[in-house]
């Protein structure tokens, strides 16, 4: 049983279709209650009252009617997947997890698969490893901007990919350093600036090689690379990476390095073909379509531009894939003030098949949720009410992309893409239908939820094809230790070793630790405390 693009999802009803696409009752007056002509995508549209809401708030209707999806389902040849491992804002809540998006493309034309992860915020491993999806295939993270919601668990796939199927470097890709410099509350009149920091990527990734030194070397008694590998100057080649002629991919230094008289400063330098090697990748902001990855042998290309979000320096990504029934293409724009150049970035003479872009709740809706009310304003403490408020309109006019804004943005893109994925967003049959409304305001004809727009949710799996866009929930045990996926031939021999009776170098477990105090399975008189099998 399909869920797919132009009918209604499996397993509702039409009572909960139409309630859940907002048809039942009204949304959130925005603006003071000004009125627009419905559908003119200009000014703000009445979108009537959410609050207080008959729509279920600690649920999530449209996702638990979707079609089941088993994971270990192979990508098909033509199909381009896209897997929401983490989809919500902070503060995190236990249903959604903070922003990571997988999308895996089929063989195609080339004979070869390809993949890659977006963003990789706190908590998302745990739905990686329930999704079976390997350290092998977190190779390649391209980051949308340095905020902890979108790279904190980076840490994980870092330092758990040399235990098992990743025993070559790990490629980030991500902005360069803003440049940035606050003049001051008056720029015609600086006084104190503030900047410009070294806040790229490659210095984040230098900061992360060392914060991560104790665990790489206590592990590294196994082997955590490979004998032979790609040479920087292949892969630059290879996978189409934007380096300038004659500077290549290289792995980050720790930045101890070079204090040599404290430290051996080869010590500190890892080889490009370890596991624990990482390769920073900087983009520049400012380029509207630049090359981020573009692989001839897989032909999945993917470009960057910039967005507005906190700071100079946010970049959003667009997709494309050679597929053998025609290209396929998706936008992911992560956090983002409204902005042009996703509309530029959509639009063209084809319709973009996917549209990933932030949505955040209007500030009044996220202050109520953030303070447990039922309503905006339900609440005798007025200075507290008015303090939150106060904060959310703060972070979303420095950060996101309201409801109505994003209605307004998907009116501007022709053509309309095939599907439109709000996420970044604390999903529930209550914030969904007063979102839908708001987008109805700006785009009448969006049709009924799951048909041109759906919102994401953890594990909501998207099945993309030239023909059809099918989408389910995926189905995973709340208790499985993931893939291990450790047998990668010609592996490196470790770094802490010991030798063998036929004097063959084999793994040295015991190498880094003052054994002193162990109590060993058997003691030297021959009695034993414990079973040394770990029984």
């Not at 304003?377 to 408020?389: I, L, P, Y």
């Amino acid at each position: 049983m399909n869920a797919g693009i132009g009918g209604k999802p499996a397993g509702l009803t039409r009572r909960d279709t139409l309630k859940l696409s907002g048809m039942a009752m009204g949304g959130l007056a925005l603006g003071g209650g000004q009125k627009a002509p419905q559908g003119s995508g200009k000014g703000l549209c009445e979108v009537g009252r959410c609050y207080p809401s008959s729509y279920k708030t600690e649920a999530y209707t449209y996702a638990e009617q979707l079609p089941e999806f088993d994971p270990r389902t192979p990508v098909e040849p033509n199909e381009m997947r896209i897997t929401f491992l983490g989809t919500t804002v902070p503060p995190a809540r236990r249903a959604q997890q903070m922003m990571s998006i997988f999308v895996q493309v089929g063989s195609g034309k080339t004979g070869h698969p390809d993949q890659a992860v977006f963003d990789c915020g706190s908590g998302v491993s745990a739905n990686y490893n329930a999704m079976g999806i390997g350290w092998g295939q977190m190779n390649k993270i391209f980051i949308s901007h340095l905020h902890g919601d979108h790279m904190s668990d980076l840490s994980y796939m870092y330092q758990g990919g040399p235990q098992g199927d990743r025993k070559t470097p790990l490629f980030v890709f991500g902005p360069g350093p803003s440049g940035f410099i606050w003049p001051g509350p008056d720029p015609e009149h600086p006084t104190y600036p503030y900047g410009p920091f070294d806040d790229g990527t490659k210095t984040f990734c230098e900061m992360l090689r060392a914060m991560l030194r104790w665990q790489s070397e206590g592990f590294c008694f196994q082997s955590t690379g490979v004998n032979a590998w790609h040479t920087p100057e292949e892969i630059k080649a290879l996978w189409g990476l934007p380096f300038e002629d004659g500077k290549y991919p290289e792995p980050v230094k720790d930045p101890r390095a070079q204090w040599v008289a404290r430290y051996r400063e080869d010590d500190y330098l890892d080889p490009f073909t370890d596991g624990y090697a990482v390769v920073p990748v900087e983009l520049q902001y400012e380029l509207k379509g630049g090359t981020a990855y573009n692989n001839q042998a897989t032909g999945l290309r993917i470009a960057h531009f910039p967005v507005i979000h906190t700071r100079v320096g946010a970049i959003g990504y667009k997709l494309e894939w050679d597929g053998p029934d025609g290209p396929l293409s998706m936008i992911y724009t992560s956090d983002t003030k409204p902005e042009k150049n996703c509309i530029l970035q959509a639009s063209g003479n084809e319709a973009l098949d996917v549209f990933i872009h932030e949505m955040a709740v209007p500030p009044e809706i996220w202050a109520m949720k953030l303070m447990g009310l039922t309503a905006p304003g339900a609440t005798d403490d007025q200075q507290a009410w008015n303090a939150t408020v106060r904060w959310t309109k703060d972070v979303q006019e420095s950060s996101h992309t309201p409801q109505g804004a994003f209605g307004h943005i998907l009116s501007r893109i022709t053509p309309r893409p095939r599907l439109t994925v709000p996420t970044h967003f604390p999903v529930s049959d209550d914030t969904v239908a007063c979102a839908l409304k708001s987008v109805q305001g700006h785009v009448p004809d969006i049709g009924r939820l799951g048909e041109q727009i759906t919102w994401s949710f953890d594990l909501m799996v998207l099945r993309v094809y030239k023909d059809r866009i099918v989408q389910h929930r995926a189905v995973v045990s709340d208790y499985s230790l993931g893939t291990y996926g450790a047998m990668v031939p010609d592996q490196a021999p470790p770094k802490y070793y010991k030798y063998d009776d036929r004097h063959n170098v084999v793994p040295n477990p015991t190498g880094q630790i003052d054994p002193t105090d162990e109590i060993r399975a058997t003691n030297p008189d021959g009695t034993v405390n414990y079973r040394d099998d770990g029984y």
